[in-house]
């Protein structure tokens, strides 16, 4: 086969090499595991109607047109595409036990799970931005925080991240898998992909270290040093009732910062110091993935004052509209 491949490259002076169907070897052997693909099923139709309900009500109350809601809509369309892109596909491969996938699919479910999860961690950096700038500049926060300047920083995440996440596929098309095709993953990933090549596997590793910065350092330590700094500004602040106030505001953010990195960061030092099985690090990184779409519009739904106050203004305006239809 090899050889083959090597003759047809030198006849034609290309650098052209023949995949088979990627094999998903996630989930091997585990007992009772279509319960948890169950779960994995409810927690898919609770964070399409959550992160849906979540998106209607930011798009029908005009008072949460605001730079601050911008942000919480692509964070909740984030985690709607997101849940999309990966567990109905999930749930195809393994429950249904269609483990084979072509490798371009392959490639697409890649770039779209890496994507949407990096959206995530950049809009909740975005969301630190306006917390520090509320807090720490309250005066300048309308000129500041402006939905020009909210909507061009969300577009520059967009347009960065969908560029850096095709040049990571782009970088696996230039790799040749001539043994094993089992990807030990429960999806696509990178690390899994890459580490199956044959030829020179340099740059993809590189790269995977610079994804892992890009989406996960980076953003932590920017987020982190939001808090610092508005932990310095309310310590100046002499009453007590004010830093009350300002630390409320944040609760919402801090819950979603730590459902997206503390499960993540646990799972990854827990793999560094300790011996975990695969099935137990494969599970975990599942629920990463799935759990934070499903609870950020329940955090946001029952911990933010403003879009409960447009919940209930929505469900005044329904009974309303009921009434007048009756009579």
Same mark, same amino acid.
């Given at each position: 086969?090899?050889?083959?491949?090597?003759?047809?490259?030198?006849?034609?002076?290309?650098?052209?090499?023949?995949?088979?169907?990627?094999?998903?070897?996630?989930?091997?052997?585990?007992?009772?595991?279509?319960?948890?693909?169950?779960?994995?099923?409810?927690?898919?139709?609770?964070?399409?109607?959550?992160?849906?309900?979540?998106?209607?009500?930011?798009?029908?109350?005009?008072?949460?047109?605001?730079?601050?809601?911008?942000?919480?809509?692509?964070?909740?369309?984030?985690?709607?595409?997101?849940?999309?892109?990966?567990?109905?596909?999930?749930?195809?491969?393994?429950?249904?036990?269609?483990?084979?996938?072509?490798?371009?699919?392959?490639?697409?479910?890649?770039? =779209?799970? @890496?994507? *949407?999860? /990096?959206?995530?961690?950049?809009? +909740?950096?975005?969301?630190?931005?306006?917390?520090?700038?509320? &807090?720490?500049?309250?005066?300048?926060?309308?000129?500041?925080?402006?939905?020009?300047?909210?909507?061009?920083?969300?577009?520059?995440?967009?347009?960065?991240?969908?560029?850096?996440?095709?040049?990571?596929?782009?970088?696996?098309?230039?790799?040749?898998?001539?043994?094993?095709?089992?990807?030990?993953?429960?999806?696509?990933?990178?690390?899994?992909?890459?580490?199956?090549?044959?030829?020179?596997?340099?740059?993809?590793?590189?790269?995977?270290?610079?994804?892992?910065?890009?989406?996960?350092?980076?953003?932590?330590?920017?987020?982190?040093?939001?808090?610092?700094?508005?932990?310095?500004?309310?310590?100046?602040?002499?009453?007590?009732?004010?830093?009350?106030?300002?630390?409320?505001?944040?609760?919402?953010?801090?819950?979603?910062?730590?459902? =997206?990195? @503390?499960? *993540?960061? /646990?799972?990854?030092?827990?793999? +560094?110091?300790?011996?975990?099985?695969?099935?137990?690090?494969? &599970?975990?990184?599942?629920?990463?993935?799935?759990?934070?779409?499903?609870?950020?519009?329940?955090?946001?739904?029952?911990?933010?004052?403003?879009?409960?106050?447009?919940?209930?203004?929505?469900?005044?305006?329904?009974?309303?509209?009921?009434?007048?239809?009756?009579?």
């Amino acid at each position: 086969m090899n050889v083959t491949m090597e003759l047809f490259n030198s006849a034609f002076g290309k650098n052209i090499t023949f995949v088979r169907p990627f094999y998903l070897g996630g989930f091997y052997n585990i007992p009772h595991v279509k319960y948890y693909y169950v779960f994995l099923c409810f927690v898919y139709i609770m964070a399409v109607l959550g992160n849906g309900f979540l998106l209607s009500v930011i798009y029908m109350v005009k008072t949460l047109h605001s730079p601050k809601y911008i942000i919480v809509f692509n964070l909740a369309f984030t985690d709607l595409c997101g849940s999309t892109a990966l567990i109905p596909k999930l749930l195809d491969s393994f429950l249904f036990n269609r483990r084979y996938i072509v490798y371009e699919a392959c490639l697409a479910y890649m770039f =779209f799970v @890496l994507l *949407f999860g /990096g959206i995530q961690a950049w809009t +909740l950096v975005t969301m630190a931005y306006d917390r520090v700038i509320a &807090i720490c500049f309250p005066l300048r926060y309308h000129s500041i925080v402006t939905t020009k300047s909210v909507a061009v920083i969300l577009l520059c995440s967009w347009m960065f991240l969908v560029g850096f996440m095709a040049t990571l596929a782009g970088f696996i098309d230039r790799l040749s898998f001539c043994s094993s095709t089992e990807i030990k993953s429960f999806f696509c990933d990178h690390g899994p992909i890459y580490q199956l090549a044959c030829n020179d596997k340099s740059y993809s590793y590189i790269l995977a270290a610079i994804a892992l910065i890009v989406v996960m350092c980076i953003p932590l330590i920017l987020i982190v040093g939001s808090y610092v700094c508005i932990s310095i500004t309310l310590s100046r602040t002499i009453s007590r009732e004010e830093r009350l106030r300002a630390l409320e505001t944040c609760t919402s953010h801090l819950i979603l910062v730590a459902i =997206f990195f @503390l499960p *993540f960061l /646990g799972t990854n030092v827990a793999v +560094l110091t300790s011996y975990i099985h695969p099935n137990a690090r494969i &599970i975990n990184s599942s629920l990463t993935l799935t759990v934070p779409p499903l609870l950020n519009p329940i955090i946001y739904s029952l911990k933010t004052e403003e879009v409960r106050n447009a919940i209930r203004k929505l469900c005044r305006r329904f009974k309303m509209n009921k009434t007048a239809i009756k009579l």
